[in-house]
């Protein structure tokens, strides 16, 4: 929220942290209050998943994983996303 400076700034940031939410912005124009739930927890989630592989000796195919899922998503924001949030 910062970065965005109450949408007079940039949200590059909230693209890369947080691109499930923001790419939300193509179907919404807007990001609802779900959205705003998910970004909340969506690096806690990537931490629960994470842990629970590392006990599995599976850590890295599912880093492996959300990552590549994540930088998906955050090349969705930046090709989908319209110019009101750039």
Do not use: Q, R, W
């Amino acid at each position: 929220m910062l970065s965005a400076g109450g949408g007079h700034s940039s949200y590059l940031l909230s693209k890369i942290l947080f691109p499930y939410t923001m790419v939300s912005i193509v179907f919404f124009k807007s990001i609802t209050i779900p959205f705003i739930v998910l970004a909340i927890i969506e690096i806690p989630f990537y931490g629960l998943v994470l842990g629970v592989a590392n006990a599995k000796n599976k850590f890295l195919p599912f880093a492996v994983v959300i990552l590549l899922a994540h930088i998906l998503a955050v090349a969705a924001c930046f090709l989908f996303i319209d110019e009101s949030f750039v």
